[in-house]
């Protein structure tokens, strides 16, 4: 399962290993009856096992990264954005393909939007970084890629910078004490060893502005 909360309505987001999306409303938690109310709970739009979920930051929308090479994009009850979209300022959920390679999959593990314009950020098994515009269904820019799984990511207040967590997620098996694969003798699939690592990336607007802004 994956969580995430908007700290502004008091909200928390979870995607289970089981295909469910819930949201939980928790604003009476600090009251003398404290009470968390399920608000939502509802089959994930995704056919396969969630990894990752997050608010945007306006909290009237949620992306969700899938282990199938996918993120679906979720409207929460119908409500209208507050930057510019396509249409009248509705939207409809919707779904689309990433982080693959020909044939290959691979998942998406992370997801972080900016904080200012909306777009964000996927990590995936592919060990890339991609930044999107979801309202305009648009890819923005390619990360250079790095040496094993983006495991995290996240914006600092102003969106300048990206902090990047590249780490080796399992999706070839358990490793050995020397970070090989067990029984392989290798790091990775290339037979190299791979470290974790913690990137900051500083970040142009160009590379996070959407589509409609430039």
Not at 79 to 104: E, Q, V, W
Not at 142 to 167: K, M, W, Y
Not at 198 to 204: F, G, H, P, V
Request: hydrophobic share 35%.
């Amino acid at each position: 399962s994956n969580i995430n909360n908007d700290a502004e309505s008091y909200r928390i987001a979870i995607s289970t290993a089981g295909k469910r999306l819930l949201i939980i409303d928790i604003q009476n938690l600090h009251t003398s009856a404290p009470t968390a109310t399920i608000v939502l709970n509802r089959e994930s739009s995704l056919k396969y096992q969630s990894r990752t979920c997050r608010f945007f930051p306006s909290g009237n929308g949620l992306a969700i990264g899938s282990i199938e090479g996918r993120v679906a994009i979720e409207f929460l009850n119908d409500a209208p954005l507050n930057i510019p979209s396509p249409s009248s300022g509705t939207m409809k959920k919707y779904a689309f393909k990433c982080h693959r390679s020909g044939d290959i999959v691979y998942p998406v593990n992370a997801i972080a939007f900016h904080p200012k314009f909306e777009t964000f950020a996927t990590g995936g098994c592919d060990g890339t970084v991609v930044t999107w515009d979801g309202l305009h269904k648009k890819k923005l820019t390619v990360l250079p890629e790095f040496e094993t799984s983006i495991a995290a990511l996240a914006f600092n207040h102003d969106g300048s910078q990206l902090a990047i967590a590249s780490s080796y997620t399992f999706e070839e098996g358990v490793r050995d004490g020397d970070g090989n694969r067990s029984g392989s003798g290798s790091g990775d699939e290339n037979g190299k060893k791979v470290k974790d690592d913690i990137y900051i990336k500083l970040i142009e607007e160009k590379d996070v502005m959407p589509k409609s802004f430039k």
